[in-house]
């Protein structure tokens, strides 16, 4: 694709975060030929920073494949040969596993992402389509100006933009002083990232289960993927019912063992190489309004899920390209600003009902421990804000 060339000044659109939200927005936004400038705060990963380089976020479903086809990055996205994922195994309801596989999915398969490559592999799309590349944050947003620090020298300058896009996270950098932001519960996760340190043999043969697992627990719920950094294990509970000790190694072994079904998935580890966990915010998130005069957000700064939808990643796509689209629009003609901003919320209002009604309905299932604290928060009709998603 070649890249369009824009003369020096003022851009159409400013796009804060190179998340996959981000990315996509910009992507869309230079593809319609309007200067875009992608502000990156990201500080670049080396190929040796171990553990460090790993970023949580690794599920993408089926579902993800008519939305890149569309966009035109289908075919680029499969020659990363990110990993299959196959469907998932579930003790939810019951101490039995229960299997659903992707088998019959029209999509076909899901993947287990190499985010940093993933990320990196969107950001240069963008790139290709047009867009480009600052390396620094966002402080506020003031009219059309945009206060940034460079993240090079630290020093803080201004840029104009006749649109901005948030996509800054769960941060929600210029969004959250717009609009009020919703938050569904305490959720945290604290994760580790597994490397075998046993060569395969018949004993212990290499870890190649290409389907995630999920086991509630008393005060919580555990999962378990294989990645392509290793495999990795998260533990989401509500911080004030987290064990202390899982901030160590030891004691996140020591949690580990404590499963019926995701200790197994750790056969053939070492204890001793335990990474040191790291947390989290997990919690759903909801910002409204999350569009108004010269503004949106997308990503997790319009709209966070609990990772138990294994949907966060999907939807931070699908608002990413309708944020670029409805930018897109507005800079086309100011007279549809009001149209395109509604219907960019009627949008995240459609998306959002279907992830509650879904995330009330799983929580449901799970009876076995009715008076425990985080499964009591969680039953229909608790603790759940209106309108969360």
Same mark, same amino acid.
């Given at each position: 694709?070649?890249?369009?060339?824009?003369?020096?000044?003022?851009?159409?659109?400013?796009?804060?975060?190179?998340?996959?939200?981000?990315?996509?927005?910009?992507?869309?936004?230079?593809?319609?030929?309007?200067?875009?400038?992608?502000?990156?705060?990201?500080?670049?990963?080396?190929?040796?920073?171990?553990?460090?380089?790993?970023?949580?976020?690794?599920?993408?479903?089926?579902?993800?494949?008519?939305?890149?086809?569309?966009?035109?990055?289908?075919?680029?996205?499969?020659?990363?040969?990110?990993?299959?994922?196959?469907?998932?195994?579930?003790?939810?309801?019951?101490?039995?596993?229960?299997?659903?596989?992707?088998?019959?999915?029209?999509?076909?398969?899901?993947?287990?992402?190499?985010?940093?490559?993933?990320?990196?592999?969107?950001?240069?799309?963008?790139?290709?389509?047009?867009?480009?590349?600052?390396?620094?944050?966002?402080?506020?947003?003031?009219?059309?100006?945009?206060?940034?620090?460079?993240?090079?020298?630290?020093?803080?300058?201004?840029?104009?933009?006749?649109?901005?896009?948030?996509?800054?996270?769960?941060?929600?950098?210029?969004?959250?002083?717009?609009?009020?932001?919703?938050?569904?519960?305490?959720?945290?996760?604290?994760?580790?990232?597994?490397?075998?340190?046993?060569?395969?043999?018949?004993?212990?043969?290499?870890?190649?289960?290409?389907?995630?697992?999920?086991?509630?627990?008393?005060?919580?719920?555990?999962?378990?993927?294989?990645?392509?950094?290793?495999?990795?294990? !998260? &533990?989401?509970? *509500?911080?004030?019912?987290?064990? %202390?000790?899982?901030?160590?190694? /030891?004691?996140?072994?020591? #949690?580990? =063992?404590?499963?019926?079904?995701?200790?197994?998935?750790?056969?053939?580890?070492?204890?001793?190489?335990?990474?040191?966990?790291?947390?989290?915010?997990?919690?759903?998130?909801?910002?409204?309004?999350?569009?108004?005069?010269?503004?949106?957000?997308?990503?997790?700064?319009?709209?966070?899920?609990?990772?138990?939808?294994?949907?966060?990643?999907?939807?931070?796509?699908?608002?990413?390209?309708?944020?670029?689209?409805?930018?897109?629009?507005?800079?086309?003609?100011?007279?549809?600003?009001?149209?395109?901003?509604?219907?960019?919320?009627?949008?995240?209002?459609?998306?959002?009902?279907?992830?509650?009604?879904?995330? !009330? &309905?799983?929580? *449901?299932?799970?009876?076995?421990? %009715?008076?425990?604290?985080?499964? /009591?928060?969680?039953?229909? #009709?608790? =603790?759940?804000?209106?309108?969360?998603?």
């Amino acid at each position: 694709m070649t890249a369009h060339v824009h003369p020096p000044g003022p851009v159409d659109a400013a796009v804060a975060g190179a998340g996959p939200a981000g990315a996509v927005a910009a992507f869309v936004l230079a593809s319609t030929g309007h200067r875009v400038l992608l502000l990156d705060e990201a500080r670049p990963s080396s190929p040796h920073a171990g553990h460090c380089a790993f970023k949580i976020g690794e599920s993408l479903p089926p579902a993800a494949r008519p939305l890149l086809r569309d966009l035109g990055l289908l075919d680029d996205f499969l020659a990363g040969e990110h990993p299959k994922s196959t469907g998932t195994y579930a003790a939810w309801g019951s101490a039995a596993l229960q299997g659903q596989s992707h088998l019959f999915d029209p999509y076909g398969h899901g993947w287990h992402l190499d985010r940093l490559r993933f990320d990196a592999f969107l950001r240069d799309a963008a790139v290709a389509a047009g867009a480009e590349v600052r390396r620094a944050t966002v402080l506020k947003r003031l009219g059309s100006r945009l206060i940034v620090r460079e993240r090079g020298s630290g020093a803080v300058t201004e840029l104009h933009s006749r649109w901005t896009v948030d996509a800054t996270g769960r941060r929600c950098v210029i969004g959250r002083r717009h609009g009020r932001r919703r938050q569904q519960d305490g959720l945290v996760a604290a994760y580790a990232v597994f490397r075998e340190h046993r060569p395969a043999d018949r004993e212990h043969p290499e870890d190649c289960e290409a389907r995630t697992l999920v086991e509630a627990a008393p005060h919580g719920w555990w999962y378990t993927t294989r990645v392509p950094a290793g495999r990795l294990v !998260a &533990h989401l509970t *509500d911080p004030d019912l987290a064990d %202390p000790a899982l901030r160590t190694p /030891q004691g996140f072994w020591r #949690g580990v =063992t404590g499963t019926s079904h995701v200790r197994l998935r750790l056969e053939g580890y070492d204890p001793a190489a335990t990474p040191l966990p790291r947390w989290a915010p997990a919690h759903g998130l909801r910002l409204t309004p999350a569009a108004g005069p010269g503004w949106v957000a997308a990503g997790d700064a319009a709209l966070a899920f609990d990772p138990l939808s294994s949907q966060g990643i999907l939807t931070a796509l699908h608002a990413g390209a309708r944020a670029g689209q409805t930018v897109a629009a507005c800079l086309a003609d100011a007279g549809r600003t009001a149209d395109a901003l509604a219907d960019y919320t009627a949008f995240l209002d459609g998306v959002a009902a279907a992830y509650h009604r879904n995330h !009330a &309905h799983a929580y *449901d299932q799970e009876r076995r421990w %009715p008076l425990n604290p985080f499964w /009591q928060r969680r039953r229909t #009709g608790g =603790t759940t804000l209106p309108g969360i998603a």
